[in-house]
């Protein structure tokens, strides 16, 4: 039997949706239809669907997308000058190029390539500035959900203390920032980390960003702790699963996020808001 809530992310993304569509109108409107550029170079077939997802995701709230699909033979310098046309054209408001790329190809040089204005995934260095300094920028789509996912337990983070299981540059490491801003004491565990549970079983909430499942167990949860489970794997039966024991620890917890229906929809709803975000910023310059 569950103890722990339920929290979740379809429902939650359904009405986040739902305004991104409002606010999409808004602003069409107003002459300002927002926009979203997705740029895809090779034949990866997850990345594929991704890149569907996305540009589908955009088509059903009212936002305009372009889709730019390239052969893996593409130069660097050729992927630079379309991202350079792309920061210029006044109908984008987001650029997504989506990861990996293909290994000719510098992924840094073309993250930081891409105008700050127009970051929406969050991923350059001076977007992670300014979410290190507090300044207002753009927030890695998955952690942002996070925090959304988070809030809809009502429980205030002021002086809780938050376990982040990873510390990679786009999920572990801006998660913790993220929560350390909403006044989390934030603890970062990585695979250096001797003993995980030591951590976890002090903490008010986890996030598990790892990308092996069965990481979080059951004797690892204080009793009530807010558990989100970012992680996407693959169970013995080939079924999508996370990186935390669900069944078990599901018993422990006070709030869960399931796998799939958690984070999941959260990531592509929250490059939606970032792109609006961006319109909206867009349109109150032009007034
Ligand atoms: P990543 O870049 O591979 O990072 C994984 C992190 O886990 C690293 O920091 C690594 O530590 C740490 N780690 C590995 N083994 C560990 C262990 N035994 N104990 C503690 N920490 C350990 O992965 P990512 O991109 O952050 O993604 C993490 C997971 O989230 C993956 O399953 C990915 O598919 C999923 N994901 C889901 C979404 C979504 O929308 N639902 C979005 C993004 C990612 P080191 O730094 O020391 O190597």
Redesign the pocket.
Known sequence: MTTAQLIDGIALSKQIRAEVGARAAALGARGHTPGLAVVLVGEDPASQVYVRNKVRACHDHGLHSVFEKYDATLSESDLLARIAALNDDPAIHGILVQMPLPKHINPHRVIEAISTAKDVDGYSTLSAGELMTGLPGFRP??PY?CMKLIETTGVNLRGKHAVV????????KPMALLLLQANASVTI?????PD?GVHTRQADVVVA????RN?LTADMVKPGAIVID????RNDEGKLC??VDFAAVSQVAGHITP?PG???P??ITMLLVNTIESAERTAARRV
């Open positions: 789509c998955t959900g299981i990873g510390r990679s540059n786009t999920v572990g565990c990585h695979s250096a980390t995980v960003a790892v990308g092996r990481t970012v992680g996407m794997n996370g990186d796998v958690g984070v999941g959260m990531t």
